[in-house]
């Protein structure tokens, strides 16, 4: 479903909690994607050289700090900095549900909350990258 | 370096088919970049170790380039790729590229399309190449026609594994790397090593040096790193050249081959399994050789 698709899975900001992003990496793999991982705790700066240096073709952004819509902004204007404004991102995490909307208007190509069930969302991000 | 030039074409050949490798130019790229390999089992610390060495060798008059490959799956085709993780501090150095490569159908510890992966980086003329292979047994020693210097990372406490691995990988290594070497039995891996250094390496006359190292905190780094540099010396005055470059070709030609047939075992009608062995083989190699 998501060969040859390459997906960053990246821990902005300063929660220290990667179950959720491994889970999602884990199933990004199993749908037949090639996904690299960050590790925690990284700087938008950070993340968007590795989607630079790797080629990617969305960048996840997991996020359970509270602080979605600064660090989604953050990534983009460091990709817009780099040359790549039209980077898909995609964001994950406990988004309280009067946010999703703003997160999308923020750039984000979709919002993933914990009420999602895994396949709904390799099935979304499968049908943005195709 | 113009890093989203260099990530593209890397995608590019990455995904390539046989086809599209072989309409692709391979007029020989005049490059002097030189190629480290660095291999070894899981766990050893080769991503840790390269995130070093890259550090320590790169500079604004020499940039370097690191491929790291990791497995991918035999079940779903893809991949998670870990070795960033370790190498996080190279990510803000502006003399480093940093690309993570799965296998695909590969399993010799390289990926698909390395040749020509590192044509794309000798294009861009960076000064070194440093590939880190998937986590090795004893014996996928594939890497040794892809680079100019193979080092083999190991760790204390794999006395047996060294053992076994002498007929192997250990053979093929010009580097012999002891890495966490603060863990005890460091210094009887070291004795080990180095008795089996004395009967020399894949080159003849050259005899690998034994070299220890602790990567978590850089200690070791120098004797690497100089190491690499009396490797380069010496095979650029005993090296045969020409040899190299027919054993690369003859990898690169073998691989493409083996791709190709994969495709064609693919294509083929169902119930073409069923046939005998001698008719299947036959019906192969002639659709082979009506292949353009």
Known sequence: MLKNKRILVAKPGLDGHDSGAKVIALALRDAGADVIYTGLRKTPDFIARIAIDEDVDAVGLSILSGSHVALLQQTRDSLREMGAEDMVIFVGGTIPPQDVETLKQGGAAAVFTSDMTIEDTIDEVASILK | ?292
């Open chain 2, 1 to 292: 370096m113009n890093r989203r030039q260099i990530a593209r074409g890397l995608t590019k050949i990455l995904n390539a088919s046989v086809d599209e490798i072989l309409a692709t130019s391979d007029e020989p790229i005049t490059s002097n970049a030189v190629r480290i390999g660095i291999t070894g089992a899981p766990g050893v610390g080769k991503s840790s170790t390269i995130a070093r060495l890259a550090a320590y060798r790169a500079k604004p008059t020499k940039q370097l380039a690191v491929l790291a490959i990791d497995p991918s799956s035999p079940l779903s085709g893809g991949s998670l790729l870990g070795d960033r993780i370790r190498m996080g501090d190279l990510v803000e150095n502006p003399d480093v590229y940093i690309r993570s490569l799965p296998s695909r159908s590969t399993n010799n510890g390289l990926c698909n399309n390395i040749p020509e992966l590192i044509n794309v980086l000798e294009s861009h003329r960076l000064s070194e190449i440093i590939l880190e292979t998937v986590g090795v047994g004893q014996a996928e020693y594939a890497i040794r026609n892809q680079a100019d210097i193979v080092i083999l990372v190991m760790q204390p406490e794999s006395g047996d594994t060294i053992q076994s691995m002498k007929a192997g990988v250990v053979e093929m290594a010009d580097i012999l790397l002891v890495n966490k070497d603060d863990l005890t039995g460091a210094d009887k891996v070291c004795a080990e090593l180095a008795e089996i250094a004395a009967r020399g390496g894949r080159l003849e006359g050259w005899f690998p040096p034994v070299v220890r190292m602790c990567a978590t905190n850089n200690k070791g780094i120098k004797s690497l790193s100089d190491a690499i540099d009396q490797t380069i010396s010496w095979q650029a005055k005993h090296r045969d050249n020409e040899l190299i470059a027919q054993q690369r070709r003859r990898y690169q030609l073998q691989s493409l081959l083996e791709r190709r047939i994969d495709e064609l075992l693919d294509e083929a009608a169902p119930g073409f399994l069923s046939t005998s062995l001698n008719e299947g083989f036959r019906a192969i190699t002639a659709r082979c050789l009506l292949e353009p």
